[in-house]
């Protein structure tokens, strides 16, 4: 079972050897204040093992899957960067320093990402809840989740627009 943790900027996930459920260890996300973010990798035993190459933008969001079928979790994060505005989704794996995939800059806001075999075949895909607008003065929220084969620059599946957004359980909308 996979387990996460956020606080304030910071998201934790623990990263499993899919077909023993073994952890290979623990990777975080960091803002580094300076308008970049990273990824922190740390052994079972809470070593540090290192860092990815720092980012623009914020890691938004945070999720692990077997997107190569290896065997071993990879890393998807979400990227935005609110300057532009642009949302990318950055492929890792566990304990590299640069990524080997991005979906490269879609001109829209990622809130979230989750993982998981939609399908059935032998890797898991990503969904992500995509937001636009800005909720003020007629420019209404619109969301819509769209789904990602590993490797893929568009989405297969998306849902239809609708109007509001999505807010996870027990939060109340601002």
Known sequence: MKHSLTLAA???FAVHASATGAPLGIVVSSDTGAGTSELLYYGTDATFLGDTVNRAGQFTSLATGDFDGDGEDEIVTSRYVAATP????????????NLYFDTRNRLVRY????????DADPVAEVVVARQSGSGVAGDLFETE???????????YLDSTNDDGRFIAPGHRQP
């Open 111 to 118: 809130n979230a990402v989750a993982t998981g075999n939609f």
């Open 145 to 155: 989740l769209l789904f990602f084969q590993p490797g893929e620059q568009h989405p």
């Open 10 to 12: 910071i998201v934790c």
């Open 86 to 97: 642009e949302s990318d989704l950055y492929y890792y794996e566990f304990g590299a320093s």
